[in-house]
């Protein structure tokens, strides 16, 4: 059986919708309100839901598929060339309707509640290191105007900052160290709120087999290992661990005219987050003495610049998870053995 394909525009208040009637062949507009999305979904048959990937996407996607209904999430650059003319919310209906029926669209898999939870613990986690970053670079700044040179990094400059502040509080105004002291203070908040997630994180791979038998893996630990599987989804959404690779931006982009192809560096598509974080675990195996073990990563070293093999073994990082989760195998060491 075919099914009905409903696009929908979600926003705050008003969600617009955009579908053809499988009996008369019209097309058919429709406003709703928040409130009234669900309820006009209940009474319709099973459908194909098609939902741009904006905020708040992954729960619509959960809600329609309760009640029945196929949801397929589009990447807002695949649905961005499909809108004609001029921007409203029924040319962007349109767009996701047409756009999520052409040959070859690749969707984005709607989030588990839990998979959400997760990711939403590594984003508070990146905003609070900025955070720090922020704060520990203003107190290094400030003490520098006044002559004195703290070493980098924070765990340095916590280190060092309370003998340095007891020895300046003889020749600084007392105002300013008193400041200062408050700022160490929101560190050190900053410090615990950091360190609460990532015990919440642990926790979590304690908990969620997949996640421990990726921490089996060199280069993968807690971070990787928990943010992996959440932006993952489910690795049937991938043919293979070449595509999920690609999927974040780990391999060559291309380009090319009249027949001759050129490769450039990584496409650099794809989540952010989780490439850096293959990428600081491919930098931690090169680094290791398990670069000695395997012949191949030696070779690559020999040949190729330092950071083409830092991309090269987070690509083969990504192929790895990918074939431990789709197979639902452990980790092989002497699968690394080979070239």
Known sequence: MELNVVAIDIA??????????????????????????????VNRPPSLVLIEACGGAHEWGRQMMKLGHDVRLLPPKM??????????DAADAQAIWTAGQQPGTKFVPVKTEAQQVVLALHRLRAQLMKMRIM????????LYEFGVVMPEGHRALLKELPAVLSDAQSRLPAMFIDCLNEQVRRVDDLQRDIAAIERRLAEHLR???SCKTLA???GVGLMTATAVVASM???????DGREFAAWLGLVPKQTGTGGRIRQLGISKRGD????????H??????RSDRSTTWPWLMELLKRRPYSVVVAAVANKLARTIWAVLARGQTWRPEAWQAT
């Open 281 to 286: 675990g491919a930098r931690s195996i090169v």
């Open 272 to 279: 952010v987050y989780v490439r850096t974080l293959l990428m």
């Open 233 to 239: 989804g489910s690795p049937a959404a991938f043919k």
């Open 207 to 209: 908990e969620t087999v």
């Open 12 to 41: 705050k208040k008003v969600f617009q919708l955009h579908w053809v009637e499988p009996d008369t062949g019209c097309i058919e507009k429709l406003k709703l309100k928040r409130a009234q999305v669900l309820e006009w979904f």
């Open 135 to 142: 704060q520990t670079n203003e107190i290094r700044g400030l």
């Open 79 to 88: 649905v961005r060339p499909f809108v004609q003319r001029n921007k409203t």
């Open 216 to 218: 089996d893996i060199p």
